[in-house]
């Protein structure tokens, strides 16, 4: 018997190819649909005859029907994820972030898919919630057009969930870090640019006082989740978020990263980021009672692993 692969939008990029790797060891088969725009070929076991990938744009919905098409389950992934990129061309992140989601909802409706899991964003509570542990519930208030597409989005499937009995698992990704999260803009994840800018002996820059703080979950433990909800035989409508519920400072950060280093790096503190949010944590709650979260990789581990110590 053929094997219906798990169909991975955005599978080639940071998340998308650690989720992949995760479902071939788990004995899935696996198919990326990936523009390579951030995604690299390199993130993924190509070699593996179980893993294929289509190069092609969420944006065109006759190529996502066809890449759905004999496939038992979708996550879509795929989105350009600065949110400086949609401040600067909302017409053209609009197509990826907006309309990708609906092309997948609508080829899952053509071929029959019924498990979705959707990569949304912190970014829709705004600043909401600001220095508290932020739940589901929290009113939204999507700032940017990354956070209205990623609001958006969720409505969409939702409507998709109740008219054509779709399952879509939403997920509110604080901030994930990791192996192969991008680091060359300078919008990029802050542990991605720190890193990277301490092992080559660069100064790293603090925007601001370096006291706000994150709550920063490892690719690794935020793929287990997301395995889960792929496997699961049901499962509970409305968003969760995937936060450790845990504040972490950049001044602690940068501790983590001397240590694993063996000596601190050099910091300069420039003014702080216009409409930078001081404070942002998760009330994971609900992530707890829906999914078997794993014991929470330690940030130092996790820096470490990213720096390949
Ligand atoms: P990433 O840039 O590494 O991954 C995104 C992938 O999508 C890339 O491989 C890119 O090439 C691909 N892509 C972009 N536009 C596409 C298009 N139109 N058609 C096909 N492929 C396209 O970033 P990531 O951090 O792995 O993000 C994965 C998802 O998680 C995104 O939806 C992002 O918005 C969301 N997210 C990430 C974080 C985080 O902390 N990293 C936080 C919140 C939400
Ligand atoms: C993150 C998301 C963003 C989302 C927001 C919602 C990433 C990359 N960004 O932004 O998509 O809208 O959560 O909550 O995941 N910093 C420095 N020096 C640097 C880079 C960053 O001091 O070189 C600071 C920033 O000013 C900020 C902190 O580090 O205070 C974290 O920055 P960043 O990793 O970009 O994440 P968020 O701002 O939380």
Request: proline share 5%; glycine share 8%.
């Amino acid at each position: 018997m053929v094997d219906s692969p798990i169909l991975i939008t955005g599978g080639a990029g940071f998340i998308g190819s650690h989720l992949a790797d995760a479902l071939l060891a788990r004995g899935h088969a696996v198919r990326v649909l990936d523009n390579l725009s951030t995604g690299k070929r390199s993130n993924l076991a190509l070699t593996n005859p179980r893993l294929e990938l289509i190069e092609g744009d969420v944006a065109d919905a006759a190529l996502v029907a066809r890449a759905m098409s004999g496939c038992k389950a979708v996550a879509h992934l795929a989105a350009v994820a600065s949110v400086q990129a949609s401040v600067d061309d909302p017409v053209a992140t609009h197509q990826s972030n907006f309309i990708g989601t609906l092309n997948v909802c609508e080829a899952m409706r053509e071929h029959g898919v019924k498990r979705v899991i959707f990569a949304s964003s912190a970014a829709v509570y705004g600043q909401n919630g600001e220095g508290m542990a932020i739940d589901e519930d929290t009113p939204k208030a999507p700032l940017t057009p990354y956070a209205a597409d990623k609001l958006a989005s969720e409505h969409y499937l939702d409507f998709y969930r109740r008219q054509h009995g779709l399952e879509p698992a939403v997920f509110r990704f604080f901030n994930i870090f990791g192996p192969r999260q991008d680091p060359s803009s300078p919008y990029s994840g802050v542990i991605s640019i720190f890193t990277e800018r301490a092992q080559a002996g660069l100064p790293i820059t603090v925007f601001g006082d370096g006291e706000q703080t994150r709550d920063f979950v490892y690719v690794g433990d935020l793929v287990q989740v997301l395995v889960q909800a792929l496997e699961a035989d049901w499962l509970e409508a409305g968003p969760v978020n995937v936060g450790l519920n845990r504040a972490t400072s950049l001044k602690q950060l940068l501790t983590a990263i001397g240590e694993v280093l063996g000596e601190m790096p050099t910091v300069n503190y420039a003014e702080a980021r216009a409409g930078d949010i001081r404070h942002s944590r998760a009330n994971n709650a609900r992530l707890l009672l829906r999914y078997e979260f794993p014991v929470a990789t330690p940030l130092r581990e996790g820096v470490a692993r990213l720096m390949g110590r």
